[in-house]
């Protein structure tokens, strides 16, 4: 039995779950999430907990088994706590600005990256250094995220660039003289 399937998936109050045939609607204090969830798990919303059961012990039921709890799970934590992803900014003269829905890099690039944000996600910027995007879908937090990394990946020589707060880079050793 998978061990994170088989595990309930609490409700907290001020959360309301619906379950319409596969496509699951969970609102809360923060927004409201839906998913269409597979058609074999078997999804059962009881009095402060979801059980997500599976039909048989074949292979692609084990695997969705633990994934449909984890998708059902990450939308209950996102509708009430929200998710988060920090960011630094590593280099001379790199930094970050928000103007409303738009991030704009100076990179070290000719001329500044200018980045949309997604609908549903938040950055905020402190000391124009370190970046916090926010938002209340899993995927699109690290997804968004990941985007803005890929405007600058951190090099391994003198590590500038962007790169997650908890991420520890491999710095390589730089030229030698005789």
């Not at 039921?61 to 633990?66: N, Y």
């Amino acid at each position: 039995m998978s061990r994170i399937g088989r595990l309930p998936v609490p409700i907290p109050s001020g959360v309301k779950v619906s379950l319409d045939g596969t496509k699951m609607t969970v609102n809360g204090p923060k927004g409201a999430l839906s998913q269409n969830l597979h058609e074999r798990m078997a999804i059962a919303v009881e009095t402060g907990q979801i059980i997500v059961t599976r039909p048989s012990d074949a292979k692609q039921d084990c695997a969705l088994h633990g994934l449909t709890r984890s998708l059902i799970n990450n939308m209950v934590v996102g509708v009430t706590d929200g998710f988060q992803k920090n960011l630094e900014i590593n280099g001379v003269g790199y930094r970050a600005e928000i103007n409303g829905k738009v991030l704009t890099l100076a990179l070290g690039y000719s001329h500044p990256v200018v980045y949309e944000l997604p609908e549903g996600i938040s950055v905020e910027v402190e000391k124009q250094t370190k970046l916090s995007v926010k938002g209340i879908d899993k995927q699109l937090v690290g997804a968004a995220a990941a985007k803005i990394r890929s405007f600058r990946k951190p090099e391994p020589y003198k590590g500038k660039g962007i790169k997650y707060a908890d991420e520890r880079l491999l710095r390589k050793a730089g030229k030698t003289g005789k």
